[in-house]
C-alpha cells in the first residue's frame, strides 16, 4: 500500500458487510507511529456546519491501517491530534 495521505478515500467493510468510503482528514506521527483521522465520506458531504465523527488508525509498517488496540494508546493518539488541531485554530 502507497503513503496515506490528506484526502485519500478507501473503502473499508463494516459488520454488517456493508461497505462505507472513509476520507483521511489528517495524518500525523506519535511517538515513532504514524495515526491517521478518518471520518465517512458519507457525513462528511452531508455536514455542513457541526462535528463529524472522526475515528483514528494506526498505519502499520507495511502501509495497512488497523484499529487503535488500547484506550491508552487512543488517548495519547487523540490528545495529539487534538493539541494540533489547537494550533492551526
Known amino acids: 500500500m502507497e503513503k496515506v495521505e490528506v484526502g485519500d478515500i478507501f473503502i473499508v467493510t463494516d459488520e454488517n458487510d456493508e461497505e462505507q468510503e ?47 488496540e488500547t484506550d491508552e494508546e487512543f488517548e495519547r493518539v487523540s490528545a495529539a491530534f487534538e493539541g494540533e488541531v489547537d494550533k492551526e485554530q
Open 22 to 68: 472513509l476520507e483521511v482528514l489528517g495524518t500525523m506521527d506519535v511517538e515513532g507511529d504514524t495515526y491517521v483521522a478518518v471520518g465517512f465520506v458519507e457525513e462528511i458531504e452531508k455536514q455542513t456546519t457541526g462535528d463529524v465523527d472522526i475515528f483514528f488508525l494506526k498505519v502499520e509498517e507495511d502501509g495497512e491501517l488497523s484499529e487503535i
